[in-house]
Antibody, heavy 118, light 107 residues
Framework: QVQLVQSGAEVKKPGASVKVSCKAS????????IYWVRQAPGQGLEWMGW????????KYSQRFQGRVTITGDTSASIVYMELSSLRSEDTAVYYC???????????WGQGTLVTVSS | EMVMTQSPATLSVSPGERATLSCRAS??????LAWYQQKPGQAPRLLIY???TRASGIPARFSGSGSGTEFTLTISSLQSEDFVVYYC?????????FGPGTKVDVK
């Protein structure tokens, strides 16, 4: 069965970077894009970006442009999302999800809580 | 820039009754719209895509309709597990924004 398993919770200081992983299993990794979405405490869902793991193409929400990098390791079926220059407003649960978005995101990771605090 | 709105922000309904949730896009998105359900502490769950196609395993009491800029999610007879938050999401334009959500609570 399709599974997306994310790395554990992180606590970071303002200005630092965080790298969250998303390990996929149960399907052909290179056939589907992976999307990243975040949710601040008590807030809604916010798109961050996506990666076509087949060819490495990425696209980022303008809100995070320059601060977010999404990469994929096809040998290990893992996608990484790195967010830099962290500030307190980046405290959120970060989710990976599998596309294609045109059929809706049917599979989601369990979420990774990133806390940014001095 | 595409803006998604959902109404109402909170919908109070009695168990067994029908719930009608609305989603509006600031620009036409055709039928490129999905609905998700989110329970506390869990990842979102896909309910509907293509505005009206139920995702695999989703009960028939959930239905979606609409096209262009106006969309509706209907839950025909609310069960106890349905009193949670629902989000719409357009994927016609980048970024594929979510609406702010509608919370369905017990009347």
């Amino acid at each position: 069965q399709v599974q997306l398993v994310q790395s554990g919770a992180e606590v970071k200081k303002p200005g630092a970077s965080v790298k969250v992983s998303c390990k996929a299993s149960g399907y052909t990794f290179t056939h589907y894009a992976i999307y990243w979405v975040r949710q601040a405490p008590g807030q809604g869902l916010e798109w961050m970006g996506w990666i076509n793991v087949g060819n490495g193409e990425t696209k980022y929400s303008q809100r995070f442009q320059g601060r977010v990098t999404i990469t994929g390791d096809t040998s290990a079926s893992i996608v990484y999302m790195e967010l830099s220059s962290l500030r307190s407003e980046d405290t959120a649960v970060y989710y990976c999800a599998r596309g294609p978005v045109t059929k809706g995101l049917s599979y989601w990771g369990q979420g990774t809580l990133v806390t940014v605090s001095s | 820039e595409m803006v998604m709105t959902q109404s109402p922000a909170t919908l109070s309904v009695s168990p067994g009754e029908r719930a009608t949730l609305s989603c509006r896009a600031s620009q036409g998105v055709g039928t490129n719209l999905a609905w998700y359900q989110q329970k506390p502490g869990q990842a979102p769950r896909l309910l509907i895509y293509g505005a009206s196609t139920r995702a695999s395993g989703i009960p028939a009491r959930f239905s979606g309709s609409g096209s262009g800029t106006e969309f509706t999610l209907t839950i025909s007879s609310l069960q106890s597990e349905d009193f949670v938050v629902y989000y719409c999401q357009q994927y016609n334009n980048w970024p594929p924004r979510f609406g702010p959500g509608t919370k369905v609570d017990v009347k």
